[in-house]
């Protein structure tokens, strides 16, 4: 971890700047383009471990410990829907991960879990898990997109995270064991690339700028943190090191929570 320079803001949350040149962030995708649905159909969903902003290479991942939806109250199982796939990003090898797909029917909000499996870092000598969300709706009806998964640690979203506006903000809070975790850093990133679902590929090509250091807000006591969105697109927020799993197989385990929203223009 690179230490940070502290903004405190009017929220009482912190923003933070990372003093490293574009430090590449390891963000656990979970991808659908369309997240506001009006009739039933088939989603595709993307499992991508890489580093969305930077558009750079992708890493391999493991077999998911869990993959799940909840759709008012109701928790489905996913794993058996999963299909392994060779993601051909920016770089010159592609990686390993997962795509499924899933029906949705009725009107309200799905709301998909995943836990990946511990990745090891080899640059730090630390695994990696990040757990994550991400959510649908049908039919402009909310039923519970503010309700929590029951994860070890995840971000519950205190604004809907399909209906985002850039220029507005977004606020989440960061939950560990169920409870709030203050002094928690979060990274934030968009997507910046094309996601191609039936290629199974990533695009070369960058959508927008790459702040020159990294974004990150400070959890507060309460675990929230607030965030401006700069422009439209998917963001994702990951914080870091909030889960209570600190070892895995001898080693450090950073176990982090990872949501991502969808900022559209309000034209």
């Not at 998909?112 to 009806?141: C, R, S």
């Not at 309700?147 to 209906?163: D, S, W």
């Amino acid at each position: 971890m690179k230490r940070p320079v502290l903004l405190s803001t009017a929220t009482g949350m912190t923003l933070a700047l990372t003093l490293a040149g574009n430090a590449q962030a390891h963000f656990q995708l979970l991808y659908t383009p369309e997240v506001m649905l009006e009739k039933p159909g088939d989603i595709p969903l993307a499992l991508i471990f890489g580093h969305p902003m930077e558009n750079s290479h992708s890493m391999d991942m493991g077999q998911p410990e869990a993959f799940f939806v909840v759709f008012k109250g109701e928790k489905t199982d996913l794993i058996d829907s999963l299909e392994a796939v060779d993601w051909q990003g920016p770089g010159d090898e592609p990686a390993d991960g997962y795509k499924a797909s899933y029906k949705i029917k009725r009107n309200g909000d799905y709301l998909f879990g995943l836990v990946p499996a511990p990745y090891m870092e080899g640059a730090e000598d630390v695994y990696i898990q990040q757990i994550t969300k991400a959510m649908v709706n049908k039919g402009a009806m909310p039923t519970g997109w503010n309700e929590p998964l029951g994860l070890p640690t995840e971000i519950m979203p205190m604004n809907k995270p399909y209906q985002v506006f850039a220029g507005s903000t977004f606020t989440g809070q960061l939950l560990s064991e169920g409870k709030p975790a203050a002094g928690v850093e979060c990274e934030i990133e968009y997507i910046n690339s094309e996601i191609d679902l039936e290629a199974n590929r990533i695009s070369k090509e960058t959508l927008g700028p790459v702040p020159s250091t990294a974004v990150v807000a400070i959890t507060d006591d309460n675990g929230l943190f607030t965030f401006g969105i700069p422009r439209a697109g998917v963001w994702g927020f990951a914080c870091l090191g909030s889960g209570p799993d600190k070892e895995y197989e001898g080693k450090e385990l950073s176990q982090d929570a990872v949501l991502w929203i969808n900022a559209t223009a309000l034209d």
